[in-house]
């Protein structure tokens, strides 16, 4: 077979040296026996992901909703043009689930985080991906409930078992904000929490995002909005009106605890109030440097943490901090240097008047990056909670945002296919 290769705007530079390329090997590595399949796959992926286009959701919003396939007591409805998952039972079953409805889904994204984002990170860093990643596995200690569903995933989507496992292990190494407003800062002291994920915008997560409805059979019912293949979570609200997002820092490498996406489900499946969220993300063992924004709209309190594997430290409303100076009455804000600026100016000219537009407005650009792929906002109280996901042409923060609800979604599904 004859392939034609069109080259537009090519731009030639210098090569890269030959110490760039030369990737040391590293104690536990398998690069002889994995390095060639594992950059071949790399090759693959790249080429696929340059005629990827993410659709652009349409600007109406009709309230479609359908039903599109079940299996189990799992199904896959449609709303509004996007993706929602429901799993329900054991870990095995929700695996299963998972991994049956979404299967599409979840391969492409094992694609493309160890094969497309992993492989080619290795020449960036001088260490070889999956040596890294399998170091971090043996050290983290994974709850084997996850483990069981991880595995039942795989088998169901006709992955290999570690090659989900590894998907769900990839450091995340966000860099985001977050915020919590209620009370006097609010209309009518409703809770609002806001949510910016700026993490690896176009490399193939966008095209595979789902809401997940998780309903384990001795859990709370909780809401994982996230991507097709991961059982973690990084942005979630549960049943108890307890809702959570996190940001990234440094301290990669420290991995000798529970990994983070792991802490914050289990916030959502066991807490019912703050209190108990804080008590189980102090409990921990923790990994690496991570920030979180947590609301409770029950009790009316919201908090954000700044957690190493050593040290907890917590930043209540109303609460400075030298590196979050600007305080508020009834207000929680998590972010970085020029974002941190825009969002505190941003509530400061807004405070007292907040409602879920303006509230969402807060996430537009410059406090989301130019990296901006999910943008969520939870109203607790309600449990209404609205959903952007970037697309080819715009950051999260500036397209559509699809509204749901939880209680709503946790009721009897539409019916027919």
Not at 43 to 56: E, F, M, R
Not at 246 to 275: N, Y
Not at 328 to 333: G, I, K, R, S, T
Not at 395 to 410: D, G
Request: glycine share 10%; aromatic share 8%.
């Amino acid at each position: 077979m004859d392939v034609l290769v069109a080259l537009e705007n090519l731009r030639l530079e210098p090569s890269w040296p030959e110490e760039r390329w030369n990737i040391p090997a590293q104690a536990g590595d398998r690069i002889e026996k994995v390095a060639l399949g594992h950059v071949t796959r790399f090759l693959t992926v790249a080429l696929n992901s340059l005629n990827q286009k993410i659709p652009t959701l349409p600007e109406t919003v009709t309230g479609q909703h359908r039903l599109v396939a079940t299996e189990g007591e799992g199904r896959l409805e449609e709303v509004d043009g996007t993706l929602v998952l429901f799993v329900k039972g054991t870990p095995e079953e929700m695996g299963r689930q998972h991994g049956v409805l979404l299967r599409k889904q979840v391969r492409s994204l094992v694609d493309q985080i160890l094969y497309g984002v992993g492989v080619g990170s290795s020449f960036e860093k001088g260490r070889w991906f999956f040596g890294e990643i399998e170091e971090a596995q043996a050290r983290l200690k994974v709850d084997e409930r996850y483990l069981r569903e991880m595995d039942a995933l795989a088998q169901a989507a006709g992955l290999e078992r570690e090659e989900v496992r590894l998907a769900n292990f990839f450091p995340e190494l966000f860099h985001c904000s977050g915020f919590a407003l209620f009370g006097k800062a609010t209309q009518g002291g409703r809770m609002y929490h806001g949510r910016i994920l700026d993490y690896l915008k176009g490399v193939g997560l966008e095209q595979n995002a789902v809401v997940m409805v998780m309903q384990p059979s001795d859990a709370h019912a909780w809401v994982n909005v996230g991507y097709a293949g991961f059982v973690g979570t990084v942005t979630a609200m549960n049943e108890k009106h307890i809702a959570i997002g996190e940001m990234g820092g440094r301290g990669e490498g420290l991995w000798d605890g529970k990994p983070m996406a792991q802490l914050m489900r289990e916030v959502m499946e066991r807490a019912s109030t703050l209190d108990e969220a804080v008590s189980i993300m102090r409990r921990g063992p923790r990994t690496c440097e991570y920030y979180y924004v947590i609301s409770d709209a029950k009790n009316r309190k919201a908090v954000g943490i700044a957690a190493t594997p050593d040290t907890f430290e917590t930043i209540w409303p109303g609460q400075s901090h030298p590196r979050l100076p600007h305080a508020f009455a009834d207000v929680v804000l998590m972010s970085a240097g020029d974002r941190y600026e825009a969002l505190a100016a941003r509530v400061r000219e807004n405070y007292g008047k907040f409602d879920a537009t303006s509230a969402r407005a807060l996430m537009n650009r410059p406090v989301c990056m130019g990296s901006n792929i999910q943008s969520v906002l939870f109203e607790p109280d309600t449990l209404d909670f609205w959903v952007a996901n970037a697309d080819s042409k715009n950051v999260a923060s500036h397209t559509r945002y699809t509204r749901y609800n939880l209680k709503r979604l946790l009721e009897a599904p539409p019916a027919g296919k």
